[in-house]
């Protein structure tokens, strides 16, 4: 045992980058809703990107260690403490056995992650770790962290275990020791209102003009109604020039498809694997973490951007990614 | 349980393949403009060829009625020293693939029998689709068990199989507010359409009946009873039998 749950939170999941090669059978994707986030939290100790790590929503859980263990916190801004003590995110933590964990809310953002070094150890389903919460497999045991659960820690590898003595000695005789070098990272959602960058879906030019234009020139709230399985918004009502009956496909996750009551919803990592609404739009991959931090209240508005324009985005943010794991090595004295 | 016959599916016509973009990741392959045998078998044949010749930063492929939907890693399609773009580079791959199936190439199919227990706690609805369509109960056992359904796809749950082929007499409209939990195995009517609710889920199908069949067991290599392309025969069961009966596959 490495860790166990006092308090859970609101909707506290383990999750991973997400089960593939099952949708032809009905299967979710699943998997971590800010994929940024969690890349980057996997780097802060040392992990390989595709380890599970614990997904927190809104109200973060409590936690005790049974282990001195290597952490990071990264994505929404949520209220941390070691046994009552502020801890920072974007940061390689060492903490020590019989420490506690508390998340508090969200100050900014919806969901943070918590890695660790190795990755939690639950069973493989399907090459995945994460929790398919509709269908009740994956993650642990197939639900989410209830009080007394008792979480296990993959063996970390050869980084993070270089990595966790150099903190555990700056330490001391202290529960933790937070890495004094960070990872920046960028808010994009200010003052509750946040852009997010839209290719146009396959009925884009089926909608009515006046649609077409509210949809980039007005503003959507987040309904209450939203979660891992999609957002939905409430704003000007979008039109079809006709109304159609689309034969059933396959959708992916940022698809936005609008219902007939023209209330858009943007299909998140829990979305089914086929669906049948007109698409007006596809929120682009560099984009989804954006949508992932929003809740339920605030604002987007939608920008247009072109599928090369968004395909070199993400290039470029894996360029990023790439040196920024490099850059952590160097500055540790990995390399 | 169920038994497996075997069938030849062979494709007539070369379609014409048209690629669109399913957002930054996805190329969405159309291989017809409706619901029909035809369709359906390149259908699972491009799927079937996909599965045997994935490409590399493929992630996955999923059939749909018209369309198979290629998911695939636009880095890993990227290359530094072009400037193709990674959507025109999968477009391409696709392109050249669907050149190399062949129009006489053809696909076994299996026939999956679904044991059904018929009315009663498990079916509370039979008499509805009865009433509705001025039949009797037996008559619409006898007409949803005598006919061949046809497994377009799955999806919308795991496991939950889109059967084409209902007999037009049994069609009942969805209830006016559905129910809020519809047990694993119940059998429905909506509209034209049948189908088995494969996990607990809230539904609004008139529920006939019950398969103690499990349609989704999370597993490795077949975690779906069916799969595209499958035809499925519902067999009426008593009581008894549905209490005896295999819950595994």
Known sequence: ????????????????????????????????????????????????????????????????????????????????????????????????????????????????????????????????????????????????????????????????????????????????????????????????????????????????????????????????????????????????????????????????????????????????TIGGYPKIGYVPTIDLPIVAQLRPGEKIHFQEISLRDAQKALIERDSLMKAIKLGIEVTVGWR | MWQCRYSKMEGKTLPRYEFSPLGDSGVMVKLGEVIDQLTHEQVILFCEYLQEHPFPGMIESVPGFTTVTVYYDPITLFDPLDDILPYDRAVAILEQMSQQISNTHSKEYRLVEIPVCYGGNFGPDLEVVAKQNGLSIEEVISIHSTTEYLVYMIGFAPGFPYLGGMDERLATPRRSSPRLSIPMGSVGIGGLQTGIYSIESPGGWQIIGRTPLRLFQAGESSPSLLCAGDKVRFRPISEREYENGEKVY
């Not at chain 1, 980057?40 to 595709?50: C, D, Y």
């Not at chain 1, 079809?240 to 996750?253: C, D, G, K, N």
């Open chain 1, 1 to 272: 045992m490495s860790i166990e749950v006092i308090t859970p939170g609101l909707c506290t999941t383990v999750q991973d980058t997400g089960r593939f090669g099952f949708q032809q059978y009905g299967v979710s994707v699943s998997g971590v809703m800010d994929k940024q986030a969690v890349q980057i939290a996997n780097m802060l100790v040392g992990n390989q990107q595709t380890d599970a790590v614990l997904e927190l929503t809104m109200r973060g859980p409590s936690l005790l260690f049974h282990k001195d263990m290597l952490i990071a916190i990264c994505g929404g801004d949520f209220k941390v403490t070691i046994n009552d003590r502020s801890v920072l995110p974007n940061r390689a933590v060492w903490i020590r056995s019989g420490s506690i964990l508390k998340f508090g809310l969200a100050k900014e953002g919806c969901r943070a992650y918590l890695a660790v070094a190795g990755g939690w150890d639950v069973p493989l389903v399907m090459g995945s770790r994460s929790t398919n919460l509709r269908a009740s497999f994956g993650g642990f045991a197939g639900r989410m962290l209830a009080a007394g659960d008792k979480l296990v820690q993959s063996s970390p590898g050869s980084f993070s275990q270089f990595l966790a003595n150099q903190l555990e000695k700056k330490a001391g005789a202290a529960p933790f020791y937070q890495a004094n070098w960070f990872i920046p990272s960028n808010t994009f959602v200010k003052n509750g209102e946040a852009v997010v960058r839209v290719i146009q879906g396959e009925q884009f030019a089926d909608f009515t003009k006046e649609s077409r234009q509210s949809f980039f020139e007005q503003t959507f709230q987040v309904s209450t109604q939203s979660d891992r399985m999609g957002y939905r918004l409430t704003g000007p009502a979008l039109e079809l020039t006709q109304s159609m009956e689309l034969i059933s496909a396959a959708v992916t996750i940022g698809t936005i498809q609008v219902p007939p009551n023209g209330q858009p919803i943007i299909l998140m990592a829990d979305r089914q």
